[in-house]
């Protein structure tokens, strides 16, 4: 377990160990904790992190433990989350506790958002605990806008693509792209669902300072953006499949066309090829000389021929098809 401690407003953080992070915790007046668990130390069945902050309640006996569902509750003066982040390429959970004096956040390791936070926080020096809470889940946020733009843009890509010249490569990438719409989106519906009813019911609260209720509004503005835009990328993606089905049920359709031709061509020849290849009284008994035989046998498929010819330059099929390709 590794312990970093952030002091505010210089945002200036330290490593220690939960001992002293502990210590902090009781005195300080504005701290930032973040701790970073092993995958064997979130696996074990050990001491709750919260109890060796000494977070104290047992509702938050959930804090740093892995596998939990994103929530967004309060427990006495402490606000509990549960946030997803997009973090190389996989979703991965970050576990925060916060009130007006410290924010305490779990994750496994590697460090999610804390490279990021940091320059957020030297940056814009925010004034207490809450204020770096909701720096957090922007910063949450923008990881999904990132993932959903940059999947958006290839999608928009492979589109183009296929419309110059056509692969099974192209399919297989949007099948995987679609996927990953349907991840994000599943993993930030819920979420963005329960922490919008918790600050909803903030927000109707009298005693909510304005100043917070500034951070809770454009928290649920771009919270509502990202989905917007995660569900863009659905779309867009459905467009491409369906525009792939387009290309290919247009190619089918030109194979049909050819063999309609061919079928034009050749099915009167067969007709006359299987009439006269029968042995009645008439082809035997009159047809005598070979002069007979070239004029009705091959003379008549002639004459089929050239006017199948003629439907065919009429009808325009020949221009049809010469467009198409």
């Known amino acids: 377990m590794i ?23 009781g005195t300080a007046r504005f701290l930032v904790v973040d701790v970073e668990l092993t995958a064997q130390e979130r696996a074990e069945e050990a001491e709750p992190v919260a109890r060796l902050l000494g977070l104290g309640a047992e509702e938050l006996d959930w804090f740093g433990r892995a596998d939990e569902p994103v929530r967004a509750d309060f427990v006495g003066s402490l606000l509990g989350l549960v946030v997803p982040v997009v973090h190389d390429e996989r979703i991965r959970h970050v576990h925060a506790v916060a009130n007006d004096r410290f924010l305490v956040t779990a994750h496994q390791e590697p460090a999610v ?3 990021h936070m940091m320059g957020h926080l030297r940056r814009e020096r925010p004034h207490d605990a809450v204020a770096v809470l909701f720096l957090m889940l922007q910063e949450a946020l923008t990881t999904f806008r990132r993932a959903a733009v940059a999947a958006l843009l290839e999608v928009e890509e492979l589109e183009d693509d296929m419309f110059r010249q056509r692969g099974p490569q192209q399919v297989y990438r949007l099948a995987q792209l679609r996927r990953r719409s349907a ?37 649920q503005h771009a919270a509502r953006t990202v989905l917007t835009t995660i569900e863009t990328l659905q779309d867009a993606a459905r467009r491409a499949f369906a525009s792939y089905s387009s ?21 009167p ?22 002069d007979e035989f070239w004029l009705i046998a091959v003379g008549l498929q002639a004459v089929v021929l050239l006017g199948s010819l003629y439907v065919l330059h009429r009808t325009r099929i020949w221009r049809r098809l010469r467009d198409d390709d």
């Open 3 to 25: 312990v970093t401690v952030v002091s505010m407003p210089e945002a200036a953080g330290v490593r220690t160990d939960v001992t002293e992070a502990r210590r902090r915790l």
């Open 113 to 115: 958002l804390a490279p």
């Open 183 to 219: 991840e994000l989106h599943h993993a930030l519906l819920p979420y963005a669902q329960v922490v919008d009813e918790v600050i909803g019911r903030r927000l109707t609260s009298r005693d909510f300072p304005e100043d917070r209720q500034r951070l809770a509004r454009e928290f």
């Open 247 to 267: 290309l290919v049920a247009g190619e089918q359709n030109g194979v049909i066309n050819r063999l309609a031709i061919v079928s034009v061509i050749f099915l």
């Open 269 to 290: 020849l067969s007709f006359l090829t299987g009439f006269f290849g029968m042995n009645f009284t008439f082809l035997t008994n009159r047809l005598e000389t070979r």
